[in-house]
């Protein structure tokens, strides 16, 4: 990632993907009971609103450092995410095609992260 290309975190993919991946997750669990409203249905959304939030704060940071640590969290809150997906999934709660894009995308956004993790310099201490 050279740094004159990403002038902000609206231009980096992963982010760009994360916020579909949130937009996905609001979408799969608006149908889900109204017992879930302050469990699952809380808990997933807060965890994906987490991702695209971390890498945009890591980003606006503007210190390498920094960015690999928010980026770290963010795919903390991806896998949080694809275990809560599980849950959902053995509950069998939401629509079966729209937890299958959901569990798609969180695959891709983690990947996307740790990529971009791997390809950012290890700061000398």
């Known amino acids: 990632m050279k740094s004159e290309a990403v002038r902000s975190f609206r231009d980096l993919q992963v982010w760009q993907r994360a916020m579909e991946l949130t937009v996905a997750i609001y979408r799969f669990t608006q149908d889900f009971p109204r017992e879930e409203v302050y469990g699952l249905t809380s808990q997933l959304r807060r965890c994906s609103v987490s991702i695209p939030s971390n890498i945009a704060e890591g980003q606006g940071r503007l210190n390498t450092?920094?960015?690999?640590?928010?980026?770290?969290?963010?795919?903390?809150?991806?896998?949080?995410?694809?275990?809560?997906?599980?849950?959902?999934?053995?509950?069998?709660?939401?629509?079966?095609?729209?937890?299958?894009?959901?569990m798609s995308l969180s695959h891709e956004v983690?990947?996307?992260?740790?990529?971009?993790?791997?390809?950012?310099?290890?700061?000398?201490?």
Request: glycine residues 8%; hydrophobic residues 40%.
């Open 65 to 102: 450092r920094e960015f690999k640590q928010f980026l770290a969290i963010a795919r903390g809150s991806d896998c949080e995410l694809q275990t809560q997906l599980e849950i959902a999934s053995r509950l069998g709660l939401g629509d079966p095609n729209l937890l299958r894009q959901t």
């Open 110 to 125: 983690g990947k996307m992260i740790f990529v971009l993790l791997k390809s950012l310099p290890t700061p000398i201490r």
